[in-house]
C-alpha cells in the first residue's frame, strides 16, 4: 500500500469517526449538542482536523442526512422484498418507514428537519436522496392508480408517512395505533 493510499484511507476512517460520534451524541443529546468543540475533544483530534472534512455543523448535518437516506432505501427494499402483494408491499414500506424514523430521530431530523445544506427535487439533488424516494416510488407506484402520477402519488404517501412519524414522535399521536393508522393510509391512498 502507497503512503497516499494510507493517508486516504485514514482520512475516511476518520471522517467515518466524525459521523460516527456526531450521530451519537446527537441521538442522545439532540443535535443542539454537536458541536465542533465538543466532537473534537470525544475523537481526539483538534478542531482544524474536523474543519479539513467539513466546514462545520451544517455540513456534518448534510453527511449524516445522506448516510441516513442510503440506511432508508436498504430498510424499505428489504421490508418491501418479503411482502407479498400490492397491499402488503404498501404496509411494509409504510411499517418500515416509521420504524426507521422511530429508532433513530437524529439521523432523521438530520434527513427531513435540519438545514443540511441539501437539495431536494431538484437536479442537483445528492444520489443517495434520490434513491431514498426512488425506495418509496418503487412500491407505490403500482398502487397509484391509473391517470395518477407515480411521483406525486409517492410524494402524498411520503407526506402522510413523515406526518406520521413526527407527530407520533412529538406525543400528539398515541404510537398504540400506528398500525391502524397505516392500515387506514394503504387502504384509502392505495389502488389495490
Given amino acids: 500500500?502507497?503512503?497516499?493510499?494510507?493517508?486516504?484511507?485514514?482520512?475516511?476512517?476518520?471522517?467515518?469517526?466524525?459521523?460516527?460520534?456526531?450521530?451519537e451524541i446527537a441521538e442522545q443529546h439532540g443535535w443542539d449538542a454537536v458541536t465542533t468543540r465538543r466532537?473534537?475533544?470525544?475523537?481526539?483530534?483538534?478542531?482544524p482536523v474536523l474543519y479539513s472534512h467539513f466546514r462545520g455543523k451544517r455540513e456534518i448535518i448534510g453527511a449524516v442526512a445522506l448516510q441516513g437516506a442510503t440506511e432508508m432505501a436498504v430498510a424499505l427494499r428489504a421490508?418491501?422484498?418479503v411482502a407479498d402483494g400490492p397491499r402488503a408491499r404498501?404496509?411494509?414500506?409504510?411499517?418500515a418507514y416509521l420504524d426507521f424514523a422511530a429508532r433513530g430521530p437524529a439521523v432523521y431530523d438530520a434527513m427531513f428537519q435540519l438545514d443540511g445544506g441539501l437539495a431536494f427535487a431538484r437536479e442537483d439533488t445528492p444520489a443517495p436522496l434520490k434513491d431514498a424516494f426512488a425506495a418509496l416510488l418503487e412500491s407505490l407506484s403500482e398502487?397509484?392508480?391509473?391517470?395518477?402520477?407515480p411521483g406525486l402519488f409517492t410524494e402524498l404517501f411520503w407526506a402522510a408517512l413523515h406526518g406520521l412519524a413526527t407527530l407520533t414522535?412529538?406525543?400528539?399521536?398515541?404510537?398504540?395505533?400506528?398500525?391502524?393508522?397505516i392500515n387506514l393510509l394503504?387502504?384509502?391512498?392505495?389502488v389495490l
Fill in 1 to 23: 500500500m502507497s503512503v497516499q493510499e494510507r493517508k486516504a484511507r485514514e482520512r475516511a476512517d476518520r471522517e467515518r469517526l466524525i459521523l460516527a460520534t456526531a450521530r
Fill in 39 to 47: 466532537l473534537a475533544e470525544r475523537i481526539e483530534y483538534s478542531q
Fill in 79 to 81: 421490508a418491501v422484498s
Fill in 90 to 95: 404498501g404496509v411494509a414500506l409504510a411499517r
Fill in 143 to 149: 398502487v397509484a392508480g391509473d391517470g395518477v402520477d
Fill in 169 to 181: 414522535r412529538a406525543d400528539r399521536l398515541p404510537p398504540a395505533d400506528t398500525d391502524h393508522r
Fill in 186 to 190: 394503504v387502504d384509502r391512498l392505495a
